[in-house]
T-cell receptor
Framework: AQSVTQLGSHVSVSEGALVLLRCNYS??????LFWYVQYPNQGLQLLLK??????LVKGINGFEAEFKKSETSFHLTKPSAHMSDAAEYFC?????????????FGTGTRLTIIP | DTGVSQDPRHKITKRGQNVTFRCDPI?????LYWYRQTLGQGPEFLTY????????KSRLLSDRFSAERPKGSFSTLEIQRTEQGDSAMYLC????????????FGNGTRLTVT
């Protein structure tokens, strides 16, 4: 069964500092991986996706993530945090090419930006 | 592309009442999903439609829950005899046919059962 672990339910960084949100996955087949962002009382917005092409994936708002098969990781980074980055971030895994349509989410990481 | 639309945004109901939520997916998307999100948790899969066919249901979807997508366009999620434990955000998502097409989520319906 597929699963996702997000280390750190809360992360605080100073404005302008590096953002690093950690995600490790488990899947019995080559996975598709996603990062979503959620602002209060809103749905989830796709930041970026890995679907078996380039291992370094660039997304919106300056975020990027690197797929590392050997470490079963898909950590999200941004070189310089902005106040508007404060939100909840979810990592998710799917096995869609293998007939499993269910997207499995981690428990989320709340990012706080310190002015 | 007007995005995934959900109605209502908020619903407050008394325990034991029935509620129905509606989701309008992105028009060209044939796959539609329902998820439930409780406070401090990630979304949990409830059910999935391909066109009008409901192809998968989670064990989270008890007999009190029913979802339909009668014409392969909009979908409804009904909860009968609501319980306080049903209080959550109900999220709808849709995606296109390509395997690498991501899920696009609506803004959700927040249900509060008193």
């Amino acid at each position: 069964a597929q699963s996702v672990t997000q280390l750190g339910s809360h992360v605080s960084v100073s404005e302008g500092a590096l953002v690093l949100l950690r995600c490790n996955y488990s899947s019995s087949v080559p996975p598709y991986l996603f990062w979503y962002v959620q602002y209060p009382n809103q749905g989830l917005q796709l930041l970026l996706k890995y679907t078996s092409a380039a291992t370094l994936v660039k997304g919106i708002n300056g975020f990027e993530a690197e797929f590392k098969k050997s470490e079963t990781s898909f950590h999200l980074t941004k070189p310089s945090a902005h106040m508007s980055d404060a939100a909840e971030y979810f990592c998710a895994v799917s096995e869609i090419p293998f007939g499993n349509e269910k997207l499995t989410f981690g428990t989320g990481t709340r990012l706080t930006i310190i002015p | 592309d007007t995005g995934v639309s959900q109605d209502p945004r908020h619903k407050i109901t008394k325990r034991g009442q029935n509620v129905t939520f509606r989701c309008d997916p992105i028009s060209e998307h044939n796959r539609l999903y329902w998820y439930r999100q409780t406070l401090g948790q990630g979304p949990e899969f409830l059910t999935y439609f391909q066109n009008e066919a409901q192809l998968e249901k989670s064990r989270l979807l008890s007999d009190r829950f029913s979802a339909e997508r009668p014409k392969g366009s909009f979908s409804t999620l009904e909860i009968q005899r609501t319980e306080q434990g049903d209080s959550a955000m109900y999220l709808c998502a849709s995606r296109g046919t390509a395997d690498n097409s991501p899920l696009h989520f609506g803004n959700g319906t927040r249900l509060t059962v008193t």
